[in-house]
Antibody, heavy 119, light 107 residues
């Protein structure tokens, strides 16, 4: 059974940093691209960033480019999102999502970790 | 960026109704479209990929169609478990974008 478990969310002041993690199990992690998708309270879904299986292809939404860094550790079956220079508009539930293959649609999602940016 | 426009934003329907949700892309995306269902407090769940392919385990009352810029998600006979918000998403090129969602409510 595929499981994606996010962690690392919390309350942080604007301008500060936070690192999210996603622990994956139930599939061969290094065969698949992975993504972060966020959802602001009461709002829709926004794709944030994606990384292919060997980290050779990394893409970001314009809204986070230059501030967020996605990475993965295939030996640890883990996905990460380093978030710097956080803004109030980054407040959201952050989901880790497994790609069907190589940067396609998302066939499994974690339950999310909440990031609140507020002074 | 490719913009995805869903309609309607809210839909009121009864159990047993046939329901259709439309998603339009701002430029052609061939059939690189997925549909997701999200219930309150839960993660999204994949329903349809490549516009018309039913994900394993999803009931056959769900179907998708379309290509290019216009797509539809149809629920042939609405069930109590289907009241949720539905999102379309393209994966033609990055950045991937979602529609704003269609909330299916009980009439």
């Amino acid at each position: 059974e595929v499981q994606l478990v996010e962690s690392g969310g919390g309350l942080v002041q604007p301008g500060r940093s936070l690192r999210l993690s996603c622990a994956a199990s139930g599939f061969t992690f290094d065969d698949y691209a992975m993504h972060w998708v966020r959802q602001a309270p009461g709002k829709g879904l926004e794709w944030v960033s994606g990384i292919n299986w060997n980290s050779a292809n990394i893409v970001y939404a314009d809204s986070v480019k230059g501030r967020f860094t996605i990475s993965r550790d295939n030996a640890k079956n883990s996905l990460y999102l380093q978030m710097n220079s956080l803004r109030t508009e980054d407040t959201a539930l952050y989901y880790c999502a497994k790609d069907f293959g190589e940067l396609n649609y998302f066939n499994y999602w974690g339950q999310g970790t909440l990031v609140t940016v507020s002074s | 960026d490719i913009q995805m426009t869903q309609s309607p934003s809210t839909l009121s329907a009864s159990v047993g109704d046939r329901v259709t949700i439309t998603c339009r892309a701002s430029q052609s995306i061939s059939t690189w479209l997925a549909w997701y269902q999200q219930k309150p407090g839960k993660a999204p769940k994949l329903l349809i990929y490549k516009a018309s392919n039913l994900e394993s385990g999803v009931p056959s009352r769900f179907s998708g169609s379309g290509s290019g810029t216009e797509f539809t998600l149809t629920i042939s006979s609405l069930q109590p478990d289907d009241f949720a918000t539905y999102y379309c998403q393209h994966y033609n090129t990055y950045p991937w974008t979602f529609g704003h969602g269609t909330k299916v409510e009980i009439k």
